[in-house]
Nanobody, 127 residues
Framework: QLQLVESGGGLVQPGGSLRLSCAVS????????IGWFRQAPGKEREGVAC????????NYADSVKGRFTISRDNAKNTVYLQMNGLKPEDTAVYYC????????????????????WGQGTQVTVST
């Protein structure tokens, strides 16, 4: 069965950095593109970033562009989200998800496109 486990969340001051990890098992990572998502209290889940099967294409929400970087290491079955310049509005539970894909060089981060989800890791940005 497909499984994804997030880690790396925590409490950080505004302007600080965190790196989230998404460890996957039960499937071959290189057949999937991966998305990162977040959900703040009282808000709908929103897409943050995605990375294609090849790793050559990444897409970001406007709210995080220039601050967050998604990457993948297929040999380690792990996807990362480096978050710099964190703001209080980044506070949320962060989730990773996987989508089987025929194409190798594209991705989306619409929640409805994904079938397999992790349980999330809390990120809190506060003074």
């Amino acid at each position: 069965q497909l499984q994804l486990v997030e880690s790396g969340g925590g409490l950080v001051q505004p302007g600080g950095s965190l790196r989230l990890s998404c460890a996957v098992s039960g499937f071959t990572l290189d057949y999937y593109y991966i998305g990162w998502f977040r959900q703040a209290p009282g808000k709908e889940r929103e897409g943050v970033a995605c990375i294609s099967r090849s790793g050559g294409t990444t897409n970001y929400a406007d709210s995080v562009k220039g601050r967050f970087t998604i990457s993948r290491d297929n040999a380690k079955n792990t996807v990362y989200l480096q978050m710099n310049g964190l703001k209080p509005e980044d506070t949320a539970v962060y989730y990773c998800a996987a989508r089987f894909s025929i194409g190798t060089s594209w991705c989306t981060f619409l929640p409805a496109d994904f079938r397999s989800w992790g349980q999330g890791t809390q990120v809190t940005v506060s003074t």
